[in-house]
C-alpha cells in the first residue's frame, strides 16, 4: 500500500529553517565537488561523478534511479526503515532534495550493560539531484510504497511570447490618414479661398 507524502514548498514560512539547511548542505556539495574537479586537473568530462561523490562524502546518500519521458522525470530513492512521515521532499525548478531522519530505540540495555556508543538509535539520508531541465513544482507528486520513494516530476510547459510584428497593423491604421490628409488640407484650402478657382 502507498503513502501519500507532501511536497515541501520554499514559499511556505513554516519550512524556512529547512530550505536554510537545504541550501547550506548544497553549497557544501558544491564546494567538494569543486575539489574533486581540481583534484583531477580541471577536466569537466566527470562533473556528475564529481557531484556523486560529494554527496557520498559528507551525507549519507541512498541508492536511485532518474528516469526520464518525453513529458516528466521519475525519480526512485530506497528509503528502507523510513515512513512517510518521516520524509521530506523539496523540489525548485531545477532541484529535488530529500531528507529524512528518524528514531529508533527499541533495544532495552540489562542489569550490567553500559552502552558506550550506539549507531542504531538515529538514521539520516539527505540527497539532492540536479534536474537535466526544468520542471513544475506545484505539480510533482511523491508516494512511498514498500521501502521505495517515487517521486513524479511533470517537466515545465515552454512558454512563448507573441510579440507585435511592427509595419503591418500601423500601416493599416497610418495609411488610412495619409490618404485622407491631403483631401483634408485641399478643402480647408478651398474653404479659405486658396484653391485653384480663386487663383484665377
Avoid at 14 to 22: A, I, M, R, S, Y
Avoid at 122 to 133: D, G, K, M, S
Avoid at 150 to 171: C, R
Amino acid at each position: 500500500m502507498s503513502q501519500r507524502i507532501e511536497i515541501v514548498k520554499r514559499t511556505d514560512p513554516k519550512h524556512g529553517p529547512l530550505f536554510e539547511f537545504f541550501d547550506g548542505a548544497l553549497q557544501r556539495i558544491r564546494d567538494r565537488a569543486h575539489q574533486l574537479f581540481e583534484h583531477r586537473g580541471g577536466e569537466h568530462d566527470q562533473d556528475w561523478g564529481d557531484w556523486f561523490q560529494a554527496q557520498h562524502d559528507l551525507f549519507h546518500v541512498p541508492a536511485g534511479e532518474l528516469v526520464e519521458t518525453e513529458t516528466d522525470y521519475t525519480m526512485t530513492i530506497a528509503v528502507p526503515g523510513f515512513s512517510a512521515a518521516q520524509l521530506n521532499v523539496a523540489v525548485d525548478p531545477n532541484m529535488l532534495t530529500v531528507h529524512g531522519e528518524a528514531e529508533t530505540n527499541t533495544r532495552e540495555t540489562e542489569a550490567g550493560e553500559h552502552e558506550l556508543y550506539s549507531e542504531f538509535d538515529h538514521r539520516a539520508l539527505f540527497r539532492q539531484v540536479e534536474l537535466p531541465t526544468a520542471v513544475a513544482p506545484d505539480d510533482v507528486r511523491a508516494y512511498l510504497q514498500d521501502g521505495l520513494l517515487v517521486v513524479h516530476l511533470p517537466k515545465a510547459k515552454a512558454t512563448t511570447v507573441e510579440l507585435p510584428v511592427a509595419g503591418d497593423e500601423a500601416a493599416q491604421e497610418i495609411e488610412p490618414e495619409s490618404r485622407d490628409e491631403p483631401q483634408e488640407l485641399r478643402a480647408a484650402a478651398a474653404a479659405a479661398g486658396f484653391g485653384k478657382a480663386a487663383m484665377k
